[in-house]
Antibody
Framework: QVQLVQSGSEVRKPGASVKVSCAAS????TDWYIHWVRQAPGQGLE????????????EYAERFQGRVTMTRDTSISTAYLELTSLKPDDAAVYYC????????WGQGTLVTVS | DIVMTQTPLSLSVTPGQPASISCKSS???????????LYWYLQKSGQPPQLLLY???RRFSGVPDRFSGSGSGTDFTLKISRVEADDVGIYYC?????????FGQGTRVEIK
């Protein structure tokens, strides 16, 4: 069965960086884009961007341009999201989700900025 | 960016009764491939969102048939024919016809 397993919670100070991983299993990793979506406490869903695991090519939401980097390691079927220059309002649960209508989601990674 | 607007923002439903959520997009979600890229998700408390419907009305694997979707162009509706306790949570619509992907604000459904 398709599974996306994310890395654990992170605490960072403002101005620092964070890198979250998303390990995929149960399907061919390079066949489906991986999206990243975040959710601030008590708020709705916000699309951060996607990565094509086949080519490695990313697409980022404009508001994160310059601060976000999405990468992948096909040898271990894992996608990564790195966010730099963290601000307090970057505090959120970060989800990875597989393309195909975001049909499968990771469990989420809580990033605290304080 | 395409703006997705959901109404109502909250809904209180008696078990066994129907419920309906509207989602309107700021432009047509009909893509050049002939498909309409509108999706519905349910997020239960403390969990990631789960896909309910894709391309307006197609139920994802395992989704009960009490969930249905309709609409075209810019106006869409999610209907629950008979609400159950397990349907409690926040429902989101999302468009994937253009980047960035955008979501509605969410509709909180609770049981009376």
């Amino acid at each position: 069965q398709v599974q996306l397993v994310q890395s654990g919670s992170e605490v960072r100070k403002p101005g620092a960086s964070v890198k979250v991983s998303c390990a995929a299993s149960g399907y061919k990793f390079t066949d489906w884009y991986i999206h990243w979506v975040r959710q601030a406490p008590g708020q709705g869903l916000e699309w951060v961007g996607w990565i094509d695991p086949n080519s490695g090519g990313p697409e980022y939401a404009e508001r994160f341009q310059g601060r976000v980097t999405m990468t992948r390691d096909t040898s271990i079927s894992t996608a990564y999201l790195e966010l730099t220059s963290l601000k307090p309002d970057d505090a959120a649960v970060y989800y990875c989700a597989r393309e195909g209508g975001l049909s499968y989601w990771g469990q989420g990674t809580l990033v605290t900025v304080s | 960016d395409i703006v997705m607007t959901q109404t109502p923002l909250s809904l209180s439903v008696t078990p066994g009764q129907p419920a309906s959520i509207s989602c309107k997009s700021s432009r047509s979600l009909l893509y050049s491939d002939g498909r309409t890229h509108l999706y519905w998700y349910l997020q239960k408390s403390g969990q990631p969102p789960q896909l309910l419907l894709y391309e307006v009305s197609r139920r994802f694997s395992g989704v009960p048939d009490r969930f249905s979707g309709s609409g075209s162009g810019t106006d869409f509706t999610l209907k629950i024919s008979r609400v159950e306790a397990d349907d409690v949570g926040i429902y989101y619509c999302m468009q994937s016809v253009d980047l960035p992907r955008t979501f509605g604000q969410g509709t909180r459904v609770e049981i009376k």
